[in-house]
């Protein structure tokens, strides 16, 4: 194995000619930042190991049984984050926002209301009433911590599952171990349901630790579903393979009295994600590595060349969320940029109120990529 793992990006013409929904959805001479996907090269353990499930004719139905990625990630989450995972409690699902439909239908009792964080990840807003329940954003404090007030007065209304994004998304934000407790405790008072979307815990840069759900505490434990996927940290996306992880009794019942949800996960999925826990971590060190860069150079562009443009650096993830509203470009800045600056970004609206005059900016990308990012940004002023 290479003590360098090969991270170089490919020009635009070359990432316009792949298939994903990142690089088909806009014209060639558009640079794309918006779906969370990184624009390097797969690990070359992955690719190895998808490979060879290929040269050997391996592309049924996933098992039934996932020992080998349990283990996998077990061994991942002792290492990365100090998480102790029993492997008896992994369970296999094909994405996190299935996993999250499923169990809300479960767990939202009379109320039908799941709660979340706003701003916040699209899906969010979207699939609870696809299930039939109530999408109840809470927003953000202004310092982009969890209003405690404002979500105790939720739960006060009968809501009894809070959907919590960490790291969080479009923010970037770690959070702290202190306010994690606080919303442990919080929900423990309301009997709610966490259910932890922690599919970018990989990501954490420089400066920031995540702290799993499932090691907050008793009470975390016991009202508590993680989610995890090795999609976001290491480009597996379209393979469609996840993870629901439990800690206690109470919440291994309510999760193996869910749907078989398993049966639609990919075998290759399964095969890329083992490799990627139990042979990914170089490569994902030389990818946080690069992030930690690329996330100092986005801060130097933008000073230099949009000083009007303010945001908080992400503490997780590879996503920047930009406040524009001094720029004047109005509720959806991205629809500017787009036409005037040739990049597509995240629309602030899309992630809730809380996001008129924001936009998302993805730099898990080359360096040359995340300048000429800025600088079409900055063409469209």
Same mark, same amino acid.
């Given at each position: 194995?290479?003590?360098?793992?090969?991270?170089?990006?490919?020009?635009?013409?070359? *990432?316009?000619?792949?298939?994903?929904?990142?690089?088909?959805?806009?014209?060639?001479?558009? +640079?794309?930042? &918006?779906?969370?996907?990184?624009?390097?090269?797969?690990?070359?353990?992955?690719?190895?190991?998808? #490979?060879?499930?290929?040269?050997?004719?391996?592309?049924?139905?996933?098992?039934?049984?996932?020992?080998?990625?349990?283990?996998?990630?077990?061994?991942?989450?002792?290492?990365?984050?100090?998480?102790?995972?029993? =492997?008896?409690?992994?369970?296999?699902?094909?994405?996190?926002?299935? $996993?999250?439909?499923?169990?809300?239908?479960?767990?939202?009792?009379?109320?039908?209301?799941?709660?979340?964080?706003?701003?916040?990840?699209?899906?969010?807003?979207?699939?609870?009433?696809?299930?039939?329940?109530?999408?109840?954003?809470?927003?953000?404090?202004?310092?982009?911590?969890?209003?405690?007030?404002?979500?105790?007065?939720?739960?006060?209304?009968?809501?009894?599952?809070?959907?919590?994004?960490?790291? /969080?998304?479009? &923010? $970037?934000?770690? *959070?702290?171990?202190?306010?994690?407790?606080?919303?442990?405790?919080?929900?423990?008072? /309301?009997?709610?349901?966490?259910?932890?979307?922690?599919?970018?815990?990989? +990501?954490? @840069?420089?400066?920031?630790?995540?702290?799993?759900? @499932?090691?907050?505490?008793?009470?975390? #434990?016991?009202?508590?579903?993680?989610?995890?996927?090795?999609?976001?940290?290491?480009?597996?996306? $379209?393979?469609?393979?996840?993870? +629901?992880? &439990?800690?206690?009794?109470?919440?291994?019942?309510?999760?193996?009295?869910? =749907?078989?949800?398993?049966?639609?996960?990919?075998?290759?999925?399964?095969?890329?994600?083992?490799?990627?826990?139990?042979?990914?971590?170089?490569?994902?060190?030389?990818?946080?590595? #690069?992030?930690?860069?690329?996330?100092? +150079? @986005?801060?130097?562009? *933008?000073?230099?060349?949009?000083?009007?443009?303010?945001?908080?650096?992400?503490?997780?993830?590879?996503?920047?969320?930009?406040?524009?509203?001094?720029?004047?470009?109005?509720?959806?800045?991205?629809?500017?940029?787009?036409?005037?600056?040739?990049?597509?970004?995240?629309?602030?609206?899309?992630?809730?109120?809380?996001?008129?005059?924001?936009?998302?900016?993805?730099?898990? &990308?080359? =360096?040359?990529?995340?300048?000429?990012?800025?600088?079409?940004?900055?063409?469209?002023?």
């Amino acid at each position: 194995m290479s003590r360098h793992p090969d991270l170089r990006v490919p020009d635009l013409s070359a *990432l316009h000619a792949r298939r994903s929904e990142k690089w088909t959805g806009h014209d060639p001479d558009v +640079l794309v930042s &918006t779906i969370a996907e990184m624009d390097f090269p797969v690990a070359r353990p992955v690719k190895d190991a998808l #490979r060879a499930a290929i040269d050997r004719d391996d592309l049924g139905y996933a098992p039934d049984g996932i020992p080998e990625l349990a283990a996998a990630f077990a061994g991942f989450a002792e290492r990365r984050m100090g998480w102790r995972v029993d =492997p008896e409690q992994v369970a296999l699902i094909p994405d996190v926002m299935v $996993g999250v439909a499923a169990l809300a239908i479960a767990l939202a009792g009379d109320a039908g209301a799941v709660a979340f964080a706003s701003p916040a990840y699209p899906p969010f807003f979207a699939e609870p009433p696809r299930a039939g329940l109530r999408a109840r954003p809470v927003p953000l404090a202004p310092g982009g911590e969890f209003d405690l007030d404002a979500l105790r007065a939720e739960l006060g209304t009968g809501t009894r599952v809070l959907l919590l994004a960490n790291p /969080h998304n479009p &923010t $970037g934000r770690v *959070l702290p171990r202190s306010e994690l407790e606080a919303l442990a405790e919080l929900c423990a008072e /309301h009997d709610a349901w966490v259910l932890a979307d922690e599919i970018h815990a990989p +990501l954490v @840069l420089t400066g920031a630790a995540h702290t799993p759900w @499932l090691e907050v505490s008793d009470a975390a #434990r016991e009202r508590g579903v993680s989610l995890i996927s090795a999609s976001k940290a290491f480009n597996l996306a $379209g393979l469609k393979a996840a993870l +629901l992880v &439990t800690a206690s009794d109470r919440a291994r019942e309510v999760v193996a009295a869910l =749907p078989p949800l398993g049966d639609h996960a990919g075998l290759l999925g399964i095969v890329g994600a083992e490799a990627a826990f139990a042979h990914g971590d170089p490569w994902l060190d030389a990818v946080l590595a #690069r992030l930690d860069a690329n996330r100092t +150079l @986005l801060g130097e562009r *933008l000073a230099a060349d949009l000083p009007e443009v303010v945001w908080s650096p992400p503490s997780g993830t590879y996503l920047a969320w930009l406040d524009c509203r001094a720029l004047g470009l109005g509720d959806d800045p991205a629809d500017a940029f787009l036409r005037r600056g040739r990049i597509a970004l995240g629309q602030g609206p899309r992630y809730g109120d809380p996001g008129r005059g924001f936009v998302r900016l993805n730099f898990g &990308t080359s =360096p040359e990529l995340v300048t000429e990012a800025v600088r079409r940004m900055a063409s469209a002023v």
